[in-house]
C-alpha cells in the first residue's frame, strides 16, 4: 500500500496494484481500475516514486523470504 493525502489533508493507503493511471491536470488524479478516481495533494512524480518504493519493498521482502526459506 502507498499512503497518499486528499486535498482536505487526510491520508489514505491504496493499492498501487489498482492504479491503472495517474493523471495531472492541474491536480493529480489517481485513476483505478474499478472507475474510482481519487484526488491527491502530492504530484504525479511523487506518486510515481511511492509506488517505485512500493514495489522495491515488495522485491526485497520476495528476496529476504527466499533467503530465509533456503536456511
Do not use: C, K
Not at 12 to 18: I, R
Not at 26 to 49: C, F, K, Q, R, W
Request: hydrophobic letters at 45%.
Amino acid at each position: 500500500m502507498i499512503t497518499v493525502t486528499r486535498l482536505d489533508q487526510t491520508r489514505f493507503a491504496v493499492n498501487p496494484d489498482l492504479i491503472e493511471r495517474v493523471q495531472a491536470s492541474p491536480d493529480t488524479t489517481l485513476h483505478m481500475i474499478d472507475g474510482h478516481v481519487y484526488v491527491v495533494a502530492e504530484s504525479l512524480d511523487a506518486v510515481i516514486e511511492l509506488v517505485v518504493a512500493y514495489r522495491a519493498r515488495v522485491l526485497d521482502a520476495a528476496r529476504t523470504l527466499g533467503r530465509n526459506a533456503g536456511e
